[in-house]
């Protein structure tokens, strides 16, 4: 991608996005039902790769870790 960058001009941007699993929001009730529905396996998989990309955000210049944006957020997102 950094090259693709530099070849035409661009400034390319990765980020982490927000998903039910993770972070500390208090989920409204629509939102419990939906984190339920989610498959195990899923979840796992999810749990298991985004502390890895936390960590990995920490030293890539590009790649922004922000799926704790909404940990505060007290309405249904």
Do not use: C
């Not at 090259?3 to 982490?16: D, I, N, R, T």
């Not at 972070?23 to 409204?28: A, I, L, V, Y």
């Not at 195990?40 to 590009?62: F, G, W």
Request: no cysteine; net charge negative; proline share 3%.
């Amino acid at each position: 991608m950094e090259a693709l960058a530099q070849e035409y001009g661009f400034k390319h941007l990765f980020l982490w996005q927000p998903t039910i699993s993770i972070g500390s929001k208090q989920f409204t009730r629509e939102e419990e039902n939906i984190k339920y529905e989610v498959a195990t396996d899923l979840i796992e998989l999810i749990d298991s790769v985004y502390p890895k990309i936390q960590m990995a955000a920490l030293e890539k210049e590009n790649l922004y870790y922000i799926a704790h944006v909404f940990d505060k957020e007290e309405s249904q997102i």
